[in-house]
């Protein structure tokens, strides 16, 4: 056959939709995966905050996938240990896989954080990741004529979206956060004990300081800091402090970040001299264990993946100079140290062979993993400077 203008063209073209044709409708035709073991259909809800999260393009920073090479890469903590498998996406008509990973990898976000801080996030991402560089999406909220804000549809759906990403595993991280918040509600919440002098209501109570003593290791409740507390420390425990935790903590330690209002049970207050010197769950063991590892069902996050041993051993020393001024001069320092010692109750306690801190938290049921959806009004938090 003699090649012509027009045969070569036809033969490009043949080409060109053979290659189309093997690359994009072959593989929508026969690869069909089976949903994987933790794939589950949407709501309506988590389909319309799907749209929501479309719209204002978040997968332009943030990837919905783990390959095995992706390990130890920045943006990938919150995978919870497991590699995407194409079963995972069976529901999604698109997979959102995301264009870049200027964000962490949000395929395994959801139950990772409670829907309180979802929504501090969502309103000012610097309320809780002072360094982070994600836009507000505060015009996601209502404005109410009092000066409150309440949270719209969108953005109730876009949370309940993002607190299903990981299917079942998320589900299963959901319902623990839920039933944890319980926990730590119902104990802020409970009134003083009578059989224990001066004991409070509220986050100083013996109530709360049992809750929050239950999820620790009953090793670390008296331990003390391996790192020495020394000007050195001090310095870079408050450097530490006050790049990672004033959105919530506040400026002062004293709580009331420009987070607080959003949060539900609160940012822990660290003002209280007696609580920090013998406080149950202020012990350096207590502190270092709430640091790395968070405190589910609250907003306190983990940041072992951000922070070294020493640097949260650091960051513990600090914090028993916050009663004395710590975060009110410009370098802390040792006259401002608060020694913790254990009380005797807890000692008594830590030498329990079986010790049950917070006997209410052996009666909680875990609720459905349904996504909370709180529209109460909210008053915006503060500017967030450090003085």
Not at 285 to 301: F, N, P, R, V
Request: glycine share 8%; hydrophobic share 35%.
């Amino acid at each position: 056959m003699r090649m012509t203008l027009g045969s070569t063209a036809v033969g490009a073209a043949i080409v060109v939709f053979s290659v189309i044709f093997v690359v994009v409708a072959m593989p929508v035709l026969v690869f069909q995966p089976r949903p994987s073991d933790i794939a589950e259909p949407y709501t309506a809800a988590q389909l319309h905050g799907r749209l929501v999260y479309e719209e204002e393009g978040c997968f332009y920073c943030h990837s919905q996938f783990i390959r095995p090479q992706d390990w130890n890469q920045p943006g990938v903590e919150d995978s919870n240990g497991r590699v995407a498998q194409a079963g995972d996406y069976a529901y999604q008509q698109t997979a959102l896989l995301g264009q870049h990973r200027n964000g962490p990898d949000l395929s395994q976000e959801g139950g990772v954080h409670p829907d309180d801080w979802q929504l501090a996030h969502f309103f000012n991402p610097r309320f809780v990741n002072p360094k982070s560089i994600m836009p507000e999406f505060s015009y996601l909220w209502k404005q109410n004529s009092d000066g409150t804000v309440t949270p719209t549809t969108d953005l109730l759906d876009l949370v309940a979206y993002v607190q299903n990403l990981g299917g079942k595993l998320a589900d299963e991280r959901y319902s623990e956060q839920l039933a944890q918040k319980k926990l730590f509600e119902s104990a802020i919440g409970a009134p003083a004990n009578p059989n224990i002098p001066g004991d409070v209501s509220g986050q100083f109570s013996d109530t709360n300081q049992k809750a929050l003593l239950s999820v620790v290791p009953q090793k670390f409740w008296t331990l003390l800091d391996p790192v020495p507390a020394d000007d050195r420390s001090l310095i870079d425990g408050k450097t530490i402090f006050t790049t990672n935790c004033i959105g919530c903590h506040g400026v002062h330690g004293d709580g009331a970040g420009p987070a607080d209002a959003f949060l539900n049970p609160f940012a822990y207050n660290f003002t209280n001299a007696k609580n920090m010197q013998s406080g149950l769950s202020t012990s350096p063991g207590s502190l270092y264990e709430h640091i790395l590892y968070g405190i589910k069902g609250t907003a306190m996050q983990p940041f072992g993946q951000d922070l070294t041993v020493q640097n949260i051993w650091d960051v513990v020393n600090f914090l028993y100079t916050i009663p004395n001024g710590g975060l009110d001069g410009s370098v802390p320092n040792m006259s401002q140290f608060i020694q913790w010692k254990a009380s005797p109750e807890l000692q008594a306690m830590s030498n329990s062979p079986v010790a049950t801190p917070s006997p209410g938290s052996a009666t909680i049921n875990v609720p459905p993993p349904i996504a909370y959806r709180d529209k109460r009004p909210y008053v915006t938090g503060s500017p967030l400077t450090v003085g």
